[in-house]
């Protein structure tokens, strides 16, 4: 059995590994192996994993059951909308996908940000799953961009949205 948890420094080979996996997982469909690679080496690096853990702002947890980490999830206070947090990862191993981690860190996630109204994500147009266990959260599409996760870095998104209560 998993628990949600903050994650720390120590888990942070074991986040990136459950990164890999989910993306060669989710998007070699859709970018091919190479192009994985070439983003998980620009957007989740050791380094960069770290910062996210400890911004200020922001809020990383796993999904824990003791022997290994099953998921993670990361959102930030946008520093550009007002009252709005920000999605950026919610994954989930392949292994362990639909036994309700995501729904859990998820969960957690929604209470962190007391000063949000909004949640706002990114998710790949062609990610079926992924749109339809969003919606099933209550997130509605409210925009297209051509440029997810960073500028020019020519991935399209849809951009959805949630009300946070």
Known sequence: MFFVRTATEQDVDAIR?????????????????????????????????????????????VADDGRQIGGVGYAVMSDTMTKTALLR???????????????????????????????????????????????RLGFVEVDRTKHCGAEGSGIEAIIMEKPLL
């Not at 996996?21 to 998007?27: F, G, S």
């Not at 990862?89 to 000063?115: K, M, N, S, W």
């Open 17 to 61: 590994e459950v990164l890999v996996e989910t993306w060669h997982a989710t998007y070699d469909a859709f970018y091919g192996e190479a192009k994985v690679n070439e983003l998980i080496a620009a957007w989740h690096r050791p380094a960069t994993i770290r910062a996210s853990i400890g911004k200020r702002d922001g809020e990383f947890l």
């Open 89 to 135: 990862q919610l994954y989930v191993r392949p292994a362990f996908q639909g036994e309700g981690i995501g729904r859990d860190i998820f969960a957690e996630l929604e209470t962190c940000f007391p000063d949000a109204e909004i949640m706002r994500l990114e998710v790949e147009p062609r990610n079926v799953r992924a749109i339809a266990f969003y919606t």
